[in-house]
Nanobody, 124 residues
Framework: QLQLVESGGGLVQPGGSLRLSCVAS????????VGWFRQAPGKEQEGVSC?????????HIADSVKGRFTISRDDAKNTVFLQMNNLKPEDTGMYYC????????????????WGQGTQVTVSS
């Protein structure tokens, strides 16, 4: 069974850090570009960042998180990470990872498979 599982979310104070993980099972993640998306209540889904399937380079990062979030991958562990530093209340939302066979995109509907999400809440 093909599955993506996100973890690492939680409640953190402004200025804090979290590292999200996206673990794949049932398939090899290194064949795919992987994107992180987030959605806050009442807001549209936002493409946060995406990492290419080869070379491990980020192909997209949203302006709202530049300089604070870093995406990386460890194909040996079949895992993609999102390191989030200097978190702000506006970063609050459900964070999802998704895979795309044909490369990176910032548009959610371009992605084929999705995890169930992990909640991030930034609040004092």
């Amino acid at each position: 069974q093909l599955q993506l599982v996100e973890s690492g979310g939680g409640l953190v104070q402004p200025g804090g850090s979290l590292r999200l993980s996206c673990v794949a099972s049932g398939f090899t993640l290194d064949n795919y570009a992987v994107g992180w998306f987030r959605q806050a209540p009442g807001k549209e889904q936002e493409g946060v960042s995406c990492i290419r399937r080869t070379g491990g380079k980020s192909a997209h990062i949203a302006d709202s998180v530049k300089g604070r979030f870093t995406i990386s991958r460890d194909d040996a562990k079949n895992t993609v990470f999102l390191q989030m530093n200097n978190l702000k209340p506006e970063d609050t939302g459900m964070y999802y990872c998704a895979t795309r066979l044909t490369g990176c995109s910032s548009y959610g509907p371009d992605f084929e498979s999705w995890g169930q999400g992990t909640q991030v809440t930034v609040s004092s």
